[in-house]
């Protein structure tokens, strides 16, 4: 049980290029989501998804795209990398919507745009 | 609009004390709190969930209490040691229920000294 499965850890692109970060859970949870955080700003949410096909915005959603074709696997695309998106991102999952469930992170993806 | 705020950014103690991370909310209709743990460079790792229902947790060396009329709660780590050393985090859900979108106070980084 890897749990949730970030790829990859480490990645410095050029402004203008595009590039996914992967993120894949084997919970069989329903609900996952992106975070970046920033010094200062703390975590915020990008994107999230309460099941396979279902995605919606979160709070800091330009820039960035998603999709959700398996229960398994959410993948955050950027598609025209700025250095503002210069970030640690962090995928999230969770099982359905009982309070008493606990949401399990990724250990980050650094992300730098030069 | 939700807002969560943690007090204080940054704490020091000497091991063996016990200590308080404060944690407060604005919106006093929570469906849970959860305190995180951060190491650097490192994913979140959950410490404990407090349901709506719930005024407190135990996991160990750790309690979490939950107010939610005055819009606050505090993590108590009893015996610290240099181990504990990591950013905490405290976070509340968005709206009803328990999606996986979460609002997160910035943290409070602790440094236990031997």
């Known amino acids: 049980n890897a749990g949730v499965t970030q790829t990859p850890k480490f990645q410095v692109l050029k402004t203008g290029q595009s590039m996914t970060l992967q993120c894949a859970q084997d919970?069989?949870?329903?609900?996952m989501s992106w975070y970046r955080q920033d010094p200062g700003m703390g975590l915020r949410l990008i994107h999230y998804?309460?099941?396979?096909?279902?995605?919606d915005q979160g709070e800091v959603p330009n820039g960035y795209n998603v999709s959700r074709s398996t229960t398994e696997d959410f993948p955050l695309r950027l598609l025209s990398a700025a250095p503002s998106q210069t970030s640690v991102y962090f995928c999230?999952?969770?099982?359905?919507?009982?309070?008493?469930?606990?949401?399990?992170f990724g250990e980050g993806s650094w992300l730098t745009v030069v | 609009k939700q807002e969560v705020t943690q007090i204080p950014a940054a704490l020091s103690v000497p091991e063996g004390e016990n200590l308080v991370l404060n944690c407060s909310f604005t919106?006093?209709?929570?469906?849970?709190l959860q305190w995180f743990r951060q190491d650097p460079g490192k994913g979140l790792t959950s410490l404990l969930l407090?349901?709506?229902?719930?005024r407190e947790q135990t996991s160990g060396r750790l309690n979490a209490s939950l107010d939610k009329s005055s819009g606050r709660s505090t993590l108590y780590i009893a015996a610290s040691q240099p181990g504990d050393s990591a950013t905490y985090l405290c976070?509340?859900?968005?709206?009803?229920?328990?999606?996986?979108?979460?609002?997160f106070g910035q943290g409070t980084t602790l440094q236990v000294k031997p």
């Open positions: 407090i349901q709506s229902s719930q």
């Open positions: 999230a999952s969770s099982a359905d919507r009982g309070s008493g469930n606990t949401i399990y």
């Open positions: 998804s309460v099941g396979a096909g279902i995605t």
């Open positions: 919106d006093s209709a929570i469906y849970n």
């Open positions: 919970m069989n949870h329903e609900y």
């Open positions: 976070a509340v859900p968005h709206g009803s229920g328990n999606t996986g979108k979460l609002i």
